[in-house]
């Protein structure tokens, strides 16, 4: 009789894991920022490269980035690709693009997504500006940026920003 049975092959369990947690400084000021529509980066000193969000250290030199600066909620789009299966931590209903977009005054790419115009018009140099939730619906998240949507301005030329793609 045990030679009938069929092997289980896999085994379907939902799982759900819940956790406080504790952003640190840099990561209150950047969600701070959010939550009053501002883009808050941070550098090591004057001359270092602006990372958004910020990470507390500058990830080659390892000195502290407590130099902030509010960056524009304009960019480039540096990379995308195409979403068409559903997340359950994505809020908009696909397809849609998910795109890499290096904000004005920052030196390291923003992950986002893009509406507002059709996938096949989605290119890498095109320029993009965010779409913010009405300010009495913020909190302190990333997702005060509804999305991203196109500007009508000239695409950014692929040598200006191929060193971000």
Known sequence: MADEVEPVATIGTPIRLEYDYRPGTAESVFLNGLRQGKLIGARAGHDGPVYLPPRGADPKSARITDDYVEVKDTGTVVTFSITRVPSPNIRIDPPYAAISVLLDGADISFFHVLRGCELEDVRIG???????????????????????????????????IKEYC
């Open 126 to 160: 095109m320029r993009v500006k965010a779409r913010w939730v009405p300010p009495e619906q913020r909190g302190p998240t990333v997702w005060n940026i509804e999305y991203f949507e196109p500007l009508d301005e000239p695409d950014v030329p692929y040598d200006e």
